[in-house]
């Protein structure tokens, strides 16, 4: 019996070893948050997330190096756990694959196995760093464009001005809306544009043809929920 129970409990728990695979833990979870604060796509609440991604690293490490001495304390963290709700919502898909990673981060250190953590760690990253750069190389921007002009002087020749004006800078143009407020009127369309310099020229030129409109550009992939 007793050699069963000795088969789940590996080596006691040094504190060399703890404080090596915490601080290690504390690199990677600081690298791990400047990646996400970095390269991350979401909006809203990236630095509050972020700021947790070291702690994470750090208390899942903890908490796996004291119980995988222990056949006990496992069967009571398993207990434990039963009994946590967490509520907090997660508002982009991106979120989980940092909170995860952390998590991941934490199981390997605090199972001492260092060199297969650091290695996978650094390539998830690298990946994602490449699958980033892809995305913006290769794909073009889907925009939101927004143009408000006075309709005081021909609307109908002004509009179609605009219209053209936008086909020409733009790979793919989908009218959306059209608002009239007074003597103002507000066109909005969802166009795909090649980067930010296609953007900078298409805005000056409305800018040239409308002296007295306003032009704005809105990022559609950066929407949360579009």
């Known amino acids: 019996m007793n050699q069963f129970l000795n088969s789940f409990v590996n080596d006691e728990l040094t504190v060399v070893a703890l404080l090596a695979n915490l601080g290690l833990g504390l690199l990677l979870g600081v690298g791990l948050k400047l990646h996400y604060e970095r390269f991350g796509a979401s909006l809203s609440g990236k630095r509050e997330l972020a700021r947790t991604l070291p702690f994470l690293v750090l208390i899942v490490c903890l908490i796996i190096s004291i119980v995988k001495s222990s056949l006990a304390l496992s069967l009571g963290l398993v207990g434990a756990l039963s009994i946590v709700r967490f509520r907090t919502p997660i508002k982009e898909p991106e979120e989980l694959v940092y909170l995860f990673m952390a998590i991941a981060v934490g199981l390997g250190l605090g199972a001492n196995q260092t060199k297969i953590t650091v290695i996978a760690y650094a390539m998830i990253l690298l990946s994602i760093l490449a699958i980033r750069f892809k995305s913006i ?3 073009a921007k889907a925009v939101y464009i927004t143009v408000e002009y006075s309709s ?9 001005k605009i219209k053209d004006t936008v086909a020409s800078y733009c790979n793919r143009v989908e009218f959306k809306r059209s608002d009239q407020r007074g003597d103002t009127v507000s066109l909005t369309f969802l166009v795909d544009i090649d980067g930010a310099e296609a953007g900078i020229a ?17 990022d559609h992939s950066r929407i949360p929920g579009v």
Not at 152 to 160: G, R, V
Not at 204 to 213: A, C, M, S, Y
């Open 137 to 139: 190389n290769t794909e």
């Open 152 to 160: 005081e002087k021909d609307p109908e020749a002004t509009q179609t």
């Open 202 to 218: 298409l805005t000056e030129q409305l800018k040239t043809e409308i002296p007295n409109g306003a032009v704005t550009l809105i």
